[in-house]
Every structure is written in C-alpha cells, then in structure tokens.
Nanobody, 117 residues
Framework: QVQLVQSGGGLVQAGGSLRLSCAASGSIFSINVMGWYRQAPGKQRELVAGITSGGRTNYADSVKGRFTISRDNAKNTVYLQMQMNSLKPEDTAVYYC?????????WGQGTQVTVSS
C-alpha cells in the first residue's frame, strides 16, 4: 500500500504565500514523476507542477515564476513540496499531490487553498 499525506494550504490574501507538503510512504516502486494538481469548482483537475525522478520540473503557464516544486528523499518516505508565492484569487482550488510509479497513480487526500482578493 501507498500512503500520501498532505499538509499546508489554507486561506491567504492575494499576493501572499503558502507552502504545500506531501509525504509519500509505503510500497512505492521506481517513481516516474511526482506532481501537484488542482481542481477548482466546476472545472477539471489540472496539472500545476511536476518533477521527474531525475529532478526535471515543469509548470503550468499560469504559475510559472510564482510556484516552485521540490522533492526530498528520506528513508522509506519521499517528500514533495510546493512553494506558492504571489498567489492570486484564480489559484483558489483543492490541491492534490500525485505519485506515479511502475504500478500506477496515487493521490493525496486534497487540501483547500483559498486566495481572497
């Protein structure tokens, strides 16, 4: 089994910052890519940022220059973070961490990010 536990998020004013974290543990085999997705009300889930096992990153155009994804490996646990700066009201959504390994996709429980104008 694979467990993804998210923390962080919350309510912030426009222009503020938040940090999301995700701890992935369990039977994870050969991670291909990890990432953060978000889903706003009435919209489809979208990729916000991703990072490969080799450290290559990619970002949605809407967050480039404002969000930074990173990962750290520890014994039996992989930590995924995302620093979100200069937040905008349109960043409001539920954010999910994702791990893709040889067996498929795993998702965190989701965390609400609300940016007030």
């Amino acid at each position: 089994q694979v467990q993804l536990v998210q923390s962080g998020g919350g309510l912030v004013q426009a222009g503020g910052s938040l940090r999301l974290s995700c701890a992935a543990s369990g039977s994870i085999f050969s991670i291909n890519v990890m990432g953060w997705y978000r889903q706003a009300p009435g919209k489809q889930r979208e990729l916000v940022a991703g990072i490969t096992s080799g450290g290559r990153t990619n970002y949605a155009d809407s967050v480039k220059g404002r969000f930074t994804i990173s990962r750290d490996n520890a014994k039996n646990t992989v930590y995924l973070q995302m620093q979100m700066n200069s937040l905008k009201p349109e960043d409001t959504a539920v954010y999910y961490c994702n791990v893709n390994d040889l067996r498929g996709d795993y998702w965190g429980q989701g965390t609400q990010v609300t940016v007030s104008s």
